[in-house]
């Protein structure tokens, strides 16, 4: 208890600024709160909360859930400066903890909540949703939780169960159902069949790194199929340690599917050369956004080929913090 008050003393005394960052856990998007938490150089907690279900589905019912919120929240913690948090689900928290304090707390939305932007004091939504308003600023992509500086600095013994024993190191990073489309067997297969012609060709080694959208069907075609065509792999299943981002450290080709929006803007931010396989073609927006980074000279298509190019980098997170110290009118250190 001494230890805790103490340490609230300190953050409550630190020039840095102090931010909750609130998530329920979904790695995607609390990566995403976390990388606004730290380019604002702040004091951050980590706040796991699972919202009640009709807060998540229609955060406008916030009112209803003032008083819970206000009791979890607000019993022994000191006030946040910011309250960061991302999606949908986790919208009507921040709304509701908004009505709380009022003015004593500025909160940060990342991606579109598609509810009245009032409700929030800073919105931080990609441009290919080509939603305007005073209090939004777009981003190119989804921010990134590490600086591409890390990688140096990323401990060898997180990833020494990878022993990289050929050539090259590909990571293919697979995604899998989502609103837009549901993949079917065959897709995993041909894209199976695509990444092992690859890893052929430039005596690559493969690592396989699922989402929690990946179904179990879909990772036991990836390793039949592996298993027998192509013994140089390894799938990282749910309770082995995540080697991500650590991994990168060592990965010479980078694979993902065009679903997976998130992994394609933070590995975009690297030298690693990046290739991007679709289930299906995308449309709307994830195209627009997926065609600028092409023509921006920073992705390639997966055609059942890798290979080495000037690729440029995405600059997100420095270009999103300018703006968000702008609208913030905090001074920028050059």
């Not at 067997?185 to 012609?197: M, S, V």
């Not at 299943?237 to 065009?258: A, E």
């Not at 000037?310 to 609208?327: A, M, S, V």
């Amino acid at each position: 208890y001494k230890i805790k008050k103490f340490s609230e003393k300190i953050l409550q005394n630190s020039k840095k600024p102090y931010a909750w960052v609130i998530s329920d856990g979904t790695k995607g998007m609390e990566n995403q709160s976390l990388s606004v938490a730290t380019l604002l150089n702040t004091n951050l907690k980590l706040i796991r909360y699972n919202p009640p279900y009709f807060l998540k589905k229609l955060p406008l019912l916030k009112n209803l859930y003032v008083s819970s919120i206000k009791k979890y929240f607000l019993k022994k913690r000191p006030l946040p400066n910011y309250i960061i948090t991302t999606g949908k689900r986790m919208a009507g928290v921040s709304m509701a903890l908004k009505c709380v304090l009022q003015d004593k707390v500025k909160t940060i939305h990342v991606q579109n909540p598609k509810l009245p932007f009032e409700g929030f004091d800073l919105l931080l939504i990609p441009e290919h949703d080509n939603v305007t308003a005073k209090n939004i600023i777009q981003t190119n992509g989804a921010l990134s939780f590490f600086n591409p500086h890390d990688l140096k600095n990323f401990a060898e013994s997180e990833i020494k169960k990878i022993k990289k024993n050929k050539k090259s190191l590909i990571l293919l990073m697979i995604g899998g159902n989502n609103k837009r489309y549901k993949p079917n067997n065959t897709d995993y297969y041909d894209l199976c069949i695509r990444i092992i012609e690859a890893a052929r060709n430039i005596n690559g080694q493969l690592i396989i790194l699922p989402s929690r959208r990946t179904s179990s069907m879909a990772l036991k075609i990836l390793n039949s199929t592996l298993l027998k065509h192509y013994k140089h792999f390894k799938i990282i299943n749910s309770f082995d340690k995540n080697p991500y981002p650590n991994i990168l450290k060592i990965t010479d080709y980078i694979v993902v599917t065009s679903d997976s929006v998130n992994m394609i803007s933070e590995t975009a931010t690297l030298k690693i050369p990046l290739f991007v396989s679709h289930f299906s073609r995308e449309t709307s927006k994830i195209s627009i956004f997926l065609n600028n980074l092409e023509e921006m000279g920073i992705i390639k298509n997966f055609e059942g080929k890798l290979f080495d190019y000037h690729k440029k980098k995405l600059n997100t997170n420095k270009e999103t913090i300018l703006k968000i110290n702008k609208f913030l009118g905090i001074e920028t250190i050059t």
